[in-house]
């Protein structure tokens, strides 16, 4: 079983590094047949500027919505199936939550859970083909 989980305040900057990363570490564990089948739950995504960085609220809201379509863009590209998308409205704090123990993962907003998603383990078991070649016992000859 493979997990990632990537916290980013913005995509456009995190692209190159955290999320290549994130997907790269992916790929190399999780079989290239079954990447599609892969639904990413995002969520987060708050247009309030709570910290007064923007000198212009609307330009840093009409950002943060942009970042929102780069990152799902961005995991289609890299193979995924579609994201399941939780967006955080105006001023609220969200927590992704994965529960091992009943294997599904879930959103809150605010401390109260508002989406929730299995997490799915119907893959076949990987299969190894054994060889028919007996070992080669070395510096005996028979």
């Not at 508002?114 to 383990?121: F, H, S």
Request: proline letters at 6%; a negative charge.
């Amino acid at each position: 079983m493979w997990a990632g989980i990537l916290h980013s305040a913005d995509i456009f900057l995190d692209e190159g590094d955290v999320v290549s990363e994130l997907i790269q570490g992916a790929k190399q564990v999780i079989p290239a047949s079954i990447f599609p089948s892969i639904r990413p739950v995002i969520c987060g995504g708050d247009t309030n500027d709570e910290h007064g960085i923007s000198d212009d609220p609307e330009e840093s809201a009409a950002y943060i919505l942009k970042g929102r379509v780069k990152i799902v863009e961005i995991l289609k590209a890299a193979g995924f199936g579609e994201p399941h998308a939780c967006w955080s409205d105006l001023g609220q704090t969200a927590a992704l939550v994965a529960d091992l123990k009943n294997l599904v993962v879930y959103v809150e907003h605010d401390g109260k859970e508002v989406e929730r998603w299995p997490i799915v383990q119907d893959l076949e078991p990987l299969t190894f083909k054994a060889t028919s070649k007996k070992p080669r016992r070395r510096g005996r000859s028979s």
